[in-house]
């Protein structure tokens, strides 16, 4: 994965879990989530400015976004009660990530590149067990599933829900995308 994306993964999970423990509100949790769908979205797809984002783009944002968001209230609730938030910030930069792979897939390159799943270092569910599998498909092969089946690296929609998943997608030489 990008250095940069690691990074800004990082220091959105030790900020959101400071925050959320500090009383972060709700409105303030949806911006940044938001936020970062964004920046990893337009990282991954290696748009320079909002107007190359095209009109699916924006269905698809939109989705993840509610998606990632649906669970606010309750994730505000637990962190007003005292509970330590770590695992929570771990899930919600997870599915975030998850704004990232699709782009790199969709958006983030020539549809003949060779891409591959890479498994992460964790446990791993039969879809990312399979996809992994495959080894290097052209990057149309992997929009057409990430497009069709909504299956990329840490989607809610892959037997893991994506939500402990570290996958990532590579070119066929080993090399990190974007």
Same mark, same amino acid.
């Given at each position: 994965?990008?250095? %940069?994306?690691?990074?800004?993964?990082? @220091?959105?999970?030790? /900020?959101?879990?400071?925050?959320?423990?500090?009383?972060?509100?709700? /409105?303030?949790? &949806?911006?940044?989530?938001?936020?970062?769908?964004?920046?990893?979205?337009?990282?991954?797809?290696?748009?320079?400015?909002?107007?190359?984002?095209?009109?699916?783009?924006?269905?698809?944002?939109d989705e993840m976004y509610k998606m990632t968001?649906?669970?606010?209230?309750?994730?505000?609730?637990?962190?007003?009660?005292?509970? %330590?938030?770590?695992?929570?910030?771990?899930?919600? /930069?997870?599915?975030?990530?998850?704004?990232? /792979?699709?782009?790199?897939?969709?958006? !983030?390159?020539?549809?003949?590149?060779?891409? &591959?799943?890479?498994?992460?270092?964790?446990?791993?569910? !039969?879809?990312?067990?399979?996809?992994?599998?495959?080894?290097?498909?052209?990057?149309?092969?992997?929009?057409?599933i990430a497009t069709e089946r909504n299956h990329?690296?840490?989607?809610?929609?892959?037997?893991?829900?994506?939500?402990?998943?570290?996958?990532?997608?590579?070119? %066929? @030489?080993? @090399?990190?995308?974007?």
């Amino acid at each position: 994965m990008n250095k %940069d994306v690691e990074k800004i993964l990082a @220091d959105f999970r030790e /900020s959101i879990q400071a925050e959320l423990e500090a009383g972060m509100s709700e /409105s303030d949790l &949806k911006e940044k989530v938001l936020a970062l769908i964004l920046l990893l979205f337009a990282l991954g797809s290696g748009y320079e400015t909002s107007e190359y984002i095209s009109g699916e783009d924006r269905e698809w944002l939109d989705e993840m976004y509610k998606m990632t968001v649906a669970s606010t209230a309750g994730i505000i609730a637990r962190a007003s009660s005292g509970a %330590d938030m770590e695992a929570t910030a771990i899930k919600l /930069s997870n599915h975030a990530k998850g704004a990232y /792979s699709y782009s790199i897939i969709v958006n !983030g390159g020539e549809d003949e590149e060779m891409m &591959k799943w890479e498994l992460g270092e964790t446990e791993h569910c !039969g879809d990312c067990f399979a996809y992994a599998a495959m080894g290097a498909q052209p990057r149309s092969y992997w929009t057409m599933i990430a497009t069709e089946r909504n299956h990329y690296p840490q989607s809610p929609h892959l037997e893991c829900k994506g939500l402990h998943c570290q996958c990532n997608m590579v070119g %066929d @030489d080993g @090399d990190q995308e974007n």
